[in-house]
T-cell receptor, first 111, second 117 residues
Framework: QKEVEQDPGPLSVPEGAIVSLNCTYSNSAFQYFMWYRQYSRKGPELLMYTYSSGNKEDGRFTAQVDKSSKYISLFIRDSQPSDSATYLCAMLEVAGQNFVFGPGTRLSVLP | GAVVSQHPSRVICKSGTSVKIECRSLDFQATTMFWYRQFPKKSLMLMATSNEGSKATYEQGVEKDKFLINHASLTLSTLTVTSAHPEDSSFYIC?????????????FGPGTRLTVL
């Protein structure tokens, strides 16, 4: 079993839809959870991070962490064509360790 | 936010030549930088961790003599692909760890696309 799993997609949604992106993981020691967005042929950019369990909201984006289920989610409200990208989740146990990345989910928001 | 640059953004070279890629943290000090490789539609694969002033730590399966990493200052790390071959063609991305961040956040460069003919 891979340490972090994501559905690779592609996921296609119409403009304005609510998008749900998810990662599951096996290491119960992960405490920091990040979501990165990567446009084609560009480096990843940090969207959100969460420490431990709970929700965090930033504009149209909401990150959720459920440590009991080893499951994290990123919700995008009112999705826009500009949201079309690959979304990578990343995790680490303690500050200073290397990140463990999921394989990424390709999202396409159709106008 | 913190900015990481990479140079060049794209390079095409002949088989057998060496290529150097620079990674710079522009507005923060990075004692640790990371080098990743990414194939089309695949996730990031960590190649090595570079610490300022010491030897890089390579991931299993990554050839140290082929991918030379130098981290000479707190803002610059270089990756040299020696005697490049077509199978080395890939997207190389660096990231820099901001030690002032609350969880040692990583900031990524824009990537370098290497094509070996």
């Amino acid at each position: 079993q891979k340490e972090v799993e994501q559905d690779p997609g592609p996921l296609s949604v119409p403009e304005g839809a609510i998008v749900s992106l998810n990662c599951t993981y096996s290491n119960s020691a992960f405490q920091y959870f990040m979501w990165y967005r990567q446009y084609s042929r560009k480096g990843p950019e940090l969207l959100m991070y969460t420490y431990s369990s709970g929700n965090k909201e930033d504009g149209r984006f909401t990150a959720q962490v459920d440590k009991s289920s080893k499951y994290i989610s990123l919700f995008i409200r009112d999705s826009q064509p500009s949201d079309s990208a690959t979304y990578l989740c990343a995790m680490l146990e303690v500050a200073g360790q290397n990140f463990v990345f999921g394989p990424g989910t390709r999202l396409s928001v159709l106008p | 936010g913190a900015v990481v640059s990479q140079h060049p953004s794209r390079v095409i070279c002949k088989s057998g030549t060496s290529v150097k890629i620079e990674c710079r943290s522009l507005d923060f000090q990075a004692t640790t930088m990371f080098w990743y490789r990414q194939f089309p539609k695949k996730s990031l694969m960590l190649m090595a961790t570079s610490n300022e002033g010491s030897k890089a730590t390579y991931e299993q399966g990554v050839e140290k003599d082929k991918f030379l990493i130098n981290h000479a200052s707190l803002t610059l790390s270089t990756l040299t692909v020696t005697s490049a071959h077509p199978e080395d063609s890939s997207f190389y991305i660096c990231s820099a760890r901001d030690v002032e961040g609350s969880y040692n956040e990583q900031f990524f460069g824009p990537g370098t696309r290497l094509t070996v003919l």
